[in-house]
């Protein structure tokens, strides 16, 4: 089986500073993972992934990711938030040699304050 | 990455009828689809595969009878409400992709009335 969880429901941070948004996984092969941003009644959008290779993800929007296969997370960082940050993200799981779909976290919203 | 059409992006619907969400691959050919239903605040919860030209793959707990797919082509996935009840009510999501990326529609706002 495999799961994915996002400890926080809500981030707050002060635009300029560094945010952080937690994941964390659960499964039984090797995972792929990603993450996907949501902004208010709108479908997801794609930030990064972490299939292979390199553990530091970059991704759109100046955001990365840390593949850490000890701790199984993946968390999502960027160095410098923005306002225009504020949303809902979804880290989601695929284990490989599994299914297409992905298993999501329940999200966690991020609030960027000016 | 693939586009992702879904339509209508909003539907208000009276309880008892029934309505249609199509869900378009505009540059890749999907044999595989997926949707999703998002309530207020929560993650995204599969409900089913749509498999081109075969049976949709439901979830445990989702009504097939209730909620009808179809794959027709490699382009097209339409999810059908059935008999929609405000339970119903619910933010739908399709996705297309290979096996390392994920492609997401707009999503469709669906109220039942």
């Known amino acids: 089986a495999q799961s994915v969880a996002q400890p926080e429901d809500q981030v707050n941070v002060a635009e300029g500073n560094p945010l952080t948004v937690k994941c964390t996984y659960s499964v039984s092969g090797n995972p792929y993972l990603f993450w996907y941003v949501q902004y208010p009644n709108r479908g997801l959008q794609f930030l990064l992934k972490y299939i292979t290779g390199d553990n530091l993800v970059k991704g759109s929007y100046g955001f990365e990711a840390e593949f850490n296969k000890s701790q199984t997370s993946f968390h999502l960082k960027k160095p410098s938030a923005l306002v225009s940050d504020s949303a809902l993200y979804f880290c989601a799981v695929r284990e490989a040699d599994s299914g297409y779909a992905l298993n999501f976290g329940k999200g966690t919203s991020l609030l960027v304050t000016p | 990455g693939a586009v992702v059409s879904q339509h209508p992006s909003w539907v208000i619907c009276k309880s008892g009828t029934s309505v249609k969400i199509e869900c378009r691959s505009l540059d890749f050919q999907a044999t595989t689809m997926f949707w999703y239903r998002q309530f207020p605040k929560q993650s995204l919860m599969l409900m089913a595969t749509s498999n081109e030209g075969s049976k949709a793959t439901y979830e445990q707990g989702v009504e097939k009878d209730k909620f009808l797919i179809n794959h027709a082509s490699l382009t097209l996935s339409t999810l059908t409400v059935t008999s929609a009840h405000p339970e119903d009510s619910s933010f739908y999501i399709c996705?297309?992709?290979?096996?390392?990326?994920?492609?997401f529609g707009q999503g469709t706002r669906l109220t039942v009335v």
């Open positions: 996705s297309v992709g290979g096996y390392t990326e994920a492609f």
